[in-house]
């Protein structure tokens, strides 16, 4: 296999990893101003199938904003978007969900929530889900 078909099959697969990591975003605004929202436009952009739940119904970019906790099948990725006081009440949605991780974004690192994580065998970042997509490290 020469050099740019080893980059294609690489690129390929690369492609395939993003595709399968869908990602709950848990708070989204509506507001263009709030990293959430920009989250939710990035990760579109990267084309990661992307879903979002929030306290008002909208769209942002592609993604319908649910006001309801819908109970996802096949989430990879739950990142928060939510202070860690809001969090509680959605531990047991997120422990449901059976995600592959959770993305604690800056000013959401909640010791609670990443014992509850540890216990029941779910990965976590102390990350920036912009950061992480910028430097294709998603």
């Keep these: 296999m020469n050099l740019m078909a080893f980059f294609l099959v ?18 989204v ?4 101003d709030r990293y959430s929202n920009t989250a939710v436009h990035r990760l579109r952009i990267n084309n990661i199938p ?4 929030g306290l008002k119904n909208g769209k942002v970019a592609d993604v319908v904003i649910e006001t309801e906790l ?5 989430i990879h990725t739950v990142t928060l978007y939510l202070n860690p006081r809001r ?13 592959q991780r959770v993305i604690f974004n ?11 994580l540890d216990a029941n065998s779910i990965s976590y970042e ?10 294709e490290q998603y």
């Design 106 to 116: 800056p000013g959401t690192e909640n010791p609670e929530l990443m014992s509850l």
């Design 29 to 32: 605004s509506l507001k263009e």
């Design 10 to 27: 690489l690129s390929s697969k690369a492609y395939s990893l993003l595709k399968t990591k869908k990602t709950l975003v848990l708070g």
């Design 70 to 74: 819908v109970d996802y099948s096949t």
């Design 50 to 53: 992307t879903v979002g739940y």
């Design 126 to 135: 102390i990350a920036c889900t912009l950061t992480l997509l910028a430097l």
């Design 87 to 99: 969090q509680a009440n959605y531990y047991e949605y997120i422990l449901s969900l059976k995600p």
